[in-house]
């Protein structure tokens, strides 16, 4: 069982995300029914899933400014994941997925700046509990590192899913100690706030302490360090 902390992480920009659409399997605000249908070419997992009726979309619409936006969407992703920890033991809980997805736009700042910084977040909170978070951008076409073509998300999506510790940390090559951590991943109840703070400004201070150290770059201007890019 999982305790106190994690579900009690703040919001103090509550409104910056308007629920759309709360968590179905049939989501009638996006299309994404195609999408789906290709995409289990790509994923051993989902067509099992869809199957059982266990794979889920919440949709919000961003309503504020990108770093509200931003402490909300790791917000939900939170609550997705505590959500899904208990259910990951239990029958067929390997093929559960939530699918946070996010429609609306925030002027002048891209999907991918959104979501960006959230996923790398949830991915070290939770990475280590067996966990796993994904990210796709609207429009964006995937290229597998088998050279395959992944289709183009019509809409902006973070999936919750459990790890599978024989195949994602393949996919986490560019930061080796979260593939490391990702691959021994147990979850034994723990708090993943225990030992970080809950406030969405000091969690992206902490999580930029974890990212790899950039390549050196002749046109580097200083600016601070972005998540680094992943397939999931």
Known sequence: MTTGRTSAAPTPTAGALRLV??????????????????????CPYLAPSLQRG??????????????????????????????LRPL??????????????????????????????????LKNLYGPVGVMFGKFYAGE??????????????????????????????????TPDLAAALAAADDDGRDV???????????RTWAQYLLPPAKPSPSSTGTPASPPPSKS
């Open 21 to 42: 659409e709360a968590s179905t399997t049939r989501p009638t605000s996006v299309d994404i029914s195609g999408y789906v249908r290709q995409m289990t070419a790509h």
């Open 54 to 83: 266990l794979t889920s979309w919440t949709v919000y619409r961003a309503d504020g400014d990108a770093e509200a936006v931003q402490a909300e969407l790791f917000h939900a992703g939170v609550q997705a994941a505590e959500w």
């Open 141 to 174: 076409e995937e290229v597998t590192a088998a050279g395959h073509r992944i289709p183009a998300a019509p809409a902006s999506f973070l999936p919750v899913r459990a790890a599978v510790r024989r195949r994602d940390p393949r996919f986490l090559s560019a």
């Open 193 to 203: 706030f225990e030992h970080i703070p809950t406030e969405w400004t000091e969690i």
């Open 88 to 121: 990951l033991n239990r029958p067929h809980g390997a093929l559960r997925c939530e699918n946070i997805v996010l429609v609306g736009d925030v002027p002048g700042t891209r999907h991918r700046d959104l979501l960006g910084w959230p996923h790398w977040v």
